[in-house]
């Protein structure tokens, strides 16, 4: 003010030059808010990307983990309540779109967070489908600043909520199944084999299993899951899918929704964790995994990418076992797309190997990258393994018996999809499906294709996208997505959202080959193709 006084006349411009930085600080601030930091995804351990069923699967870990009835940490309450919170934003795909669009303080400044749950009727209609008031104590603070309070009721005229039950709450690593949770986690993940035990909380054989079950689950974590339903609670549930007898215990292997339900099958064997983790390991497919019995098939499984662009590292184990574990199955099933696995049977017709390879017990993992041979030396458990091979072999190398002139020496024309040629060309392959115009075709996608052609059970195809709007519509979604992953048979999709740029493409299919890409079912059957 004084400054402005003493300029008299050019207090003016001062005024202006004020206003104008006063224009730029509001400037970026509002930028800020478009801009602004995304603490739900935070929150939920996620990618701004996630999809549905992952906001769903980080909701169902955390929330347990943190429901202040089980969890003693004194912020407990709040954390509860900010996954809740990051939940119910994530999960409605209006909310979303806008919390993407604006942030935190966007959110907050925009009036945007009405309509929020209580984060213990969020919990209780998640898991249980039941609602009703409060059990405890708890007052804590949103993420957002506001509170809320988890009261105390006595009264038996009102709904109680779903209790925390101490038999399978306190871990991780068995997963509560629900009517609206379980087809979802169980059947349509096809990636995964479950063991699913319907318990009844108040039986004492239930009770007495339920140590054993958990340990199991822990040992088996990542390999195959362990699910638990409440014969008391979801009694529609254990009689559709497994049995309304109390503490029956299910198996519901690898494969499709309805290859699940045609070879699922009750588990009879001793109550205890050895027993039913060895049984969990024997279920696990070896289909992926090379037995080797002589030096010939050895040979065999070394050279058997000498024809391929891309030539994988080879994962040996040697073993004194009749067969392959099913930790070392587990790993092939995990890197199949990427690595080759053999598992080599101790024997006089493989002893020369033995001796080749320097193994001096058992087991013993190897890994031949090349001309490279490399001794693990860890221990044998999943997790400490699965890491080892994704830091050090996670990619093949370019086959240099195929040289550059003589992999582009021949322009690759990619068949088109239509009509007519869809069950020959997509009925059971991995279809990598461009939605190109004519002139596109033997452009970029062709390229890819020219490098890929030779990935076992993978298809390159385009499909006309004027001739086929309506078909393009239902399986990309957005109008400039103009590439996806598709299985006909198993109605399930992979779309690429990004540029379509071939560095960017390519990195695309790489990650759908090596697994890191998540299959998304189709909500309805495609339209006919023209």
């Known amino acids: 003010r004084i400054m402005m006084k003493r300029q008299g006349k050019r207090g003016g411009f001062s005024n202006q030059v004020v206003f104008i930085i006063f224009c730029g600080i509001a400037t970026l601030f509002f930028c800020g808010v478009v801009e602004g930091k995304k603490k739900h995804y935070e929150t939920l351990g996620l990618e701004e990307n996630a999809s549905k069923p992952e906001i769903k699967r980080a909701f169902r870990e955390l929330s347990m983990k943190w429901h202040p009835d089980k969890n003693k940490d004194p912020d407990a309450a709040d954390k509860f309540a900010a996954i809740s919170e990051a ?21 907050k400044q925009g009036g945007n967070r ?11 209609q998640f898991f249980h489908h039941s609602g009703g008031g409060g059990h405890t104590h708890f007052e804590f603070k949103t993420s957002s600043g506001g509170s ?19 038999m399978y709450m306190d871990t991780d690593d068995t997963i509560i199944l629900t009517q609206s949770n379980f087809k979802e986690e169980v059947l349509e993940d096809e990636d995964k084999i479950w063991i699913v035990q319907f318990y009844n909380p108040s039986s004492q054989s239930c009770q007495d299993f339920a140590h054993d079950y958990r340990k199991a689950a822990t040992s088996l974590k990542g390999m195959v899951y362990l699910g638990v339903v409440d014969i008391t609670r979801e009694k529609q549930l254990a009689k559709t899918y497994g049995s309304p007898k109390e ?74 076992k009749p067969q392959s574990p099913g930790l070392f199955n587990a790993l092939s099933k995990d890197f199949h797309t990427r690595l080759h696995f053999a598992v080599v049977l101790k024997g006089a017709s ?27 030396e860890g221990i044998n458990q999943y997790f400490t393994l699965q890491k080892f091979l994704a830091e050090h072999f996670i990619r093949g190398r370019p086959n240099p018996n195929l040289s550059a002139a003589k992999a582009t020496n021949k322009q690759y024309t990619l068949p088109e999809l239509n009509k007519a040629s869809v069950t020959e060309l997509c009925g059971d392959a991995i279809c990598i499906v461009g939605a190109l115009k004519k002139a596109e075709n033997n452009g970029l996608l ?4 020219e490098k890929l052609a030779k990935t076992p059970g993978w298809r390159f195809v385009w499909v006309d996208e004027d001739k086929n709007k309506e078909w393009r519509a239902a399986l990309f979604g957005g109008t400039t997505n103009k590439v996806a992953a598709w299985q006909s048979k198993k109605e399930r999709a992979i779309v690429y959202d990004g540029q379509y740029e071939e560095a960017a493409v390519n990195n695309f299919l790489d990650r759908v080959l090596g697994g890191d890409k998540r299959w998304t079912r189709l909500e309805s059957a495609l339209p006919a193709l023209k």
């Open 114 to 124: 009405q309509g929020f749950r209580n984060p213990f009727e969020m919990f209780n």
């Open 247 to 320: 503490g029956s215990v299910w198996v519901f292997p690898f494969g499709t929704e309805e290859e699940k339900l045609a070879k699922k099958k009750q588990y009879t064997g001793p109550r205890g964790e050895k027993q039913l983790t060895g049984f969990g390991m024997s279920q696990i497919p070896s289909m992926w995994t090379k037995t080797v019995v002589s030096e010939t098939s050895f040979s065999k499984f070394l050279t058997q990418d000498l024809d391929s662009v891309m030539i994988k590292p080879k994962v040996v184990l040697f073993t004194d």
């Open 148 to 166: 809320h309070q988890h009261h105390s009721h006595s009264s038996h005229e009102e709904q109680q909520p779903a209790k925390v039950e101490d």
């Open 87 to 107: 939940y119910q934003t994530l999960s409605d795909p209006e909310k979303k779109a806008t919390y993407d669009r604006v942030g935190d303080e966007g959110m």
């Open 446 to 449: 062709g390229r890819i294709a």
């Open 350 to 376: 493989t002893s020369a190997l033995v001796e080749k390879y320097e193994i001096t017990s058992y087991p013993q993992i190897i890994v031949i990258d090349g001309s490279k041979v490399i001794r693990y």
